[in-house]
């Protein structure tokens, strides 16, 4: 179900002169802000950069960018969400669509818009009416065997971030193999251990998004949705052993 | 060519749609002043949230659902001089809206409350632009942006409802706003929050007729009701630090 | 549902600005009520302001003053001074009062009230009305600070400013509305404010206050205070201020739009209001902002 189209158009085609639109998800205290923080500092001198959040609490996210002083303090916007922060980037996108579309018009041109969702749980993913891609963020000190359990967006995130791999230690946690875990759970897609105190992870991880940026200039990236549920298992009527899915190719709803 | 949908009462799903909390034009991250009322200690339990409602919809949502209905009555009429003579019998749309508009806005004393029912109202016709494909001839007439109030109106007109429908419907949602957002709020019962708007359904049934006649109306006549401290509170609530919902 | 009526209906029967031949009303109705209508009129003759009309009708009477006090607004110190004062108690239920005020062409005119007004319900519960119909013509200024108006138990008053100005026109206005003396239940009190200029709307509001006006002492309308006030300030030159603010929790700085701003307050009584308008009003800035001691009202405070 990727042709959510919400409202106008986040097709590349359409619009070649939109900034990106990159979304940060992930549950509470992972360190989506400090990721935005990093990719901001890695990036500020090759991209115009917008940001929008949407902390629970209005602006606390947006003040804390604006004290990391990575941007312009008028180019991180704070959206309020109601008390429900899955909603605004998944069910009613409009307050943030408006907001990016605003964010591009007074600072026309951007390069990259990134959003980020207001913590949340394992099943909260972007619509992608609203976001061209998505990184999801876990840390190591939520438990190595998060990335196992899988999820939409541990599973289907363009980019999955194992955050904070320099506490590993201190959290009894092997990153080696909790990285291979996600990259089990995600059938190949990709996964990064960052740490900002690991200035070569951040590398690698604003490389991700200089590759993604000129594959969406080029047209080439099709927004993927992560989809409200993980790929799972239908015993197959038919009685040749099931199928697995994942309600990304245009099949019509049906009822689980 | 335009086709005008036949008002009555078979559009009953298109009135359910429009009102229906889960359509996706924004709806939600709004409290409609409660969430400062709250915590400047205005509305505590069921009884205060039951007065501040009902202080809400004589006042600021009686006007608000009067222009509704004048956006509809403006909307219809343009719409069937469409039918008459093509596209160009919507051209008149825009500036019939735009005069409604400045009667509003003179009528919204704080910028705040201006600037969210202008996003409302922009984001509504956003919406329903992409839902129904039908209503954006009348749509693009009637400009991108307007008061949410307008939009509900010209929108409910592009669905084939009547001025009673948008009147009825502006009304309703000024009550179940903030009603719906107490429960994140408060420390409230759910039921009792939906029980206060069962308590209003007579008021909010009167008033709607009420608004319904002002349709035809010209715009300086339309009510002018204020209601002050909910100026205020929306001023107060854009420099508050900590907010959960947008107003 | 709410007692009051919308604008059309309350302005109906009137006779046309500024026009008082024989063709007007009658100045005492079948009940006793007084109709009335006062008439100011002032025009610039010779580079200086003149008061061109001035028309008492009792008991509205408008009498002319010389400057006295602080005048802040009052460029270069041209200007017209009237005072209003009412010569008979009221206005009382069946009175019509009715004001026409033409500030024409580049003069200024100051306004203020000898006193408060009290609106009393009168013997026969009628409703009693105070109708301002002001008209500032280009370059024109026209600052006008009443007393209060207070709405004594039982009355059922409208009070209606309707002001009419030219694109570049200033007006400075101030009200300050108050339910009920001390002590007293308040009465029934729909204010009516409208402010066009150049036609087109700038300010349009009707405070309906008072035991008549359902949901009025809700949270989300008025509350349980006393006192409600308004300052208008319409200058082409631009409105004074900022865009908004919140001074406190009873009071807002709320700019219409580009040339004229609105400041909006509530207080449980008469003194915490004017604290309140005071404050505020020295968010505007000169020369609008008040000096220290503020000297608003006619009456010593």
């Known amino acids: ?256 | 060519m335009l086709t005008t949908p036949t008002p009555g009462p078979d559009r009953s799903a298109a009135l359910l749609l429009l009102s229906d909390g889960r359509l996706p034009a924004g709806g939600y991250a709004h409290s409609a002043g409660l969430e400062q009322a709250i915590a400047r200690g205005w509305v505590r339990d069921a009884t205060t949230l039951g007065d501040y409602l009902r202080g809400r919809i004589h006042t600021t949502g009686l006007v608000s659902a009067s222009f509704a209905a004048a956006a509809q009555h403006r909307t219809a009429s343009a719409m069937e001089a469409g039918d008459a003579g093509g596209t160009e019998g919507l051209a008149p749309l825009g500036a019939a809206l735009a005069g409604l508009d400045r009667e509003l806005v003179a009528r919204t004393p704080s910028p705040a409350l201006r600037r969210i029912a202008r996003d409302l109202g922009r984001m509504l016709l956003r919406a329903m632009r992409s839902i129904a494909p039908s209503t954006q001839p009348v749509l693009d007439a009637a400009g991108p942006v307007l008061q949410q109030p307008i939009a509900y109106g010209t929108v409910a007109a592009a669905l084939g409802l009547t001025a009673r429908d948008a009147a009825g419907l502006v009304l309703y949602e000024a009550a179940a706003t903030p009603a719906v957002a107490a429960v994140k709020l408060l420390s409230i019962d759910p039921f009792a929050t939906h029980r206060c708007l069962v308590g209003l359904a007579p008021e909010l049934d009167e008033l709607a007729e009420r608004a319904a006649a002002f349709a035809t109306a010209d715009a300086r006549d339309l009510p002018a009701l204020a209601a002050p401290l909910s100026d205020i509170a929306a001023e107060l609530h854009t420099n508050h630090d900590q907010r959960l919902f947008a107003s | 549902m709410t007692s009051v009526s919308s604008p059309p209906e309350v302005l109906s029967g009137l006779p046309d600005f500024a026009r008082t031949d024989a063709s007007g009303p009658r100045r005492r109705t079948h009940r006793g009520s007084f109709l009335c209508h006062a008439v100011i009129a002032t025009e610039l003759r010779a580079g200086r302001t003149r008061i061109a009309r001035l028309r008492a009708d009792t008991p509205l009477s408008p009498r002319p003053t010389i400057a006295s006090g602080v005048e802040p607004y009052v460029r270069g110190g041209d200007a017209a001074r009237i005072r209003m004062s009412t010569s008979a108690a009221g206005p009382v239920g069946g009175d019509t009062y009715l004001l026409d005020i033409h500030v024409r062409e580049g003069s200024t005119l100051v306004i203020r009230d000898v006193g408060a007004t009290l609106v009393l319900p009168g013997p026969h519960g009628e409703r009693s009305r105070w109708i301002t119909r002001l008209r500032v013509d280009e370059g024109a200024t026209c600052v006008w600070i009443p007393e209060p108006v207070i709405a004594a138990a039982g009355c059922r008053h409208h009070h209606v400013i309707d002001a009419d100005l030219a694109e570049g026109a200033c007006l400075f206005y101030r009200e300050e509305l108050v339910l009920g003396r001390h002590r007293e239940e308040p009465g029934s009190l729909s204010a009516h404010l409208s402010v066009r200029r150049g036609g087109a709307a700038s300010v349009v509001q009707q405070l309906d206050l008072g035991p008549a006006a359902i949901g009025a002492s809700a949270t989300s309308v008025f509350g349980a205070h006393r006192a409600l006030g308004n300052v208008i300030v319409a200058d082409p030159d631009g409105a004074p201020g900022p865009a908004a603010a919140a001074p406190d929790t009873g009071s807002a700085v709320m700019r219409q739009d580009p040339s004229c701003v609105q400041i909006t307050a509530v207080g449980e009584d008469l003194p915490a209001l004017r604290t309140r308008l005071d404050t505020a009003m020295g968010l505007l800035g000169e020369p609008w902002a008040a000096p220290d001691p503020p000297g608003w009202s006619a009456i010593p405070r």
């Not at chain 1, 500092?41 to 990575?70: K, Q």
């Not at chain 1, 312009?72 to 704070?78: G, K, L, N, S, Y």
């Not at chain 1, 993927?224 to 709803?253: I, K, L, T």
């Open chain 1, 1 to 256: 179900m990727t042709t959510t189209d919400a409202t106008t158009s986040t097709t590349t085609s359409a619009q070649p002169r939109r900034a990106l639109r990159l979304g940060v998800a992930g549950p509470v205290g992972t360190g989506k802000s400090s990721t935005i923080a990093s990719l901001c500092r890695a990036l500020a001198d090759e991209f115009r950069i917008g940001v929008i959040t949407n902390d629970i609490y209005t602006d606390e996210d947006a003040r804390f960018l604006r004290a990391e002083g990575v941007l312009p303090e008028e180019r991180i916007r704070a959206v309020e969400t109601g008390a429900c922060p899955h909603t605004a980037i998944r069910d009613d996108v409009t307050m943030n669509l408006l907001a990016v579309e605003d964010l591009e018009r007074d600072f026309d041109p951007l390069d990259i818009v990134l959003v980020e969702s207001g913590g949340d749980n394992l099943t909260a993913t972007f619509s992608p009416s609203l976001v061209d891609a998505q990184l999801f963020v876990l840390d190591v000190a939520g438990g190595g065997d998060v990335a196992r359990k899988g999820g939409p967006g541990i599973g289907r995130a363009d980019l999955l971030v194992v955050n904070k791999i320099d506490l590993a230690p201190y959290v009894d946690v092997d990153v080696e193999q909790m990285l291979a875990d996600a990259t089990d759970a995600r059938e190949g897609r990709a996964v990064l251990g960052v740490s900002r105190k690991q200035p070569e992870t951040v590398e690698v991880l604003g490389q991700w998004v200089r590759d993604m940026h000129s594959t969406f200039r080029e047209g080439g990236h099709t927004p993927q949705d992560p989809g409200p549920m993980a790929p799972h298992f239908h015993a197959d009527e038919s009685g040749e052993g099931g199928y697995v899915h994942s309600h990304d190719d245009g099949e019509p709803a049906h009822q689980h």
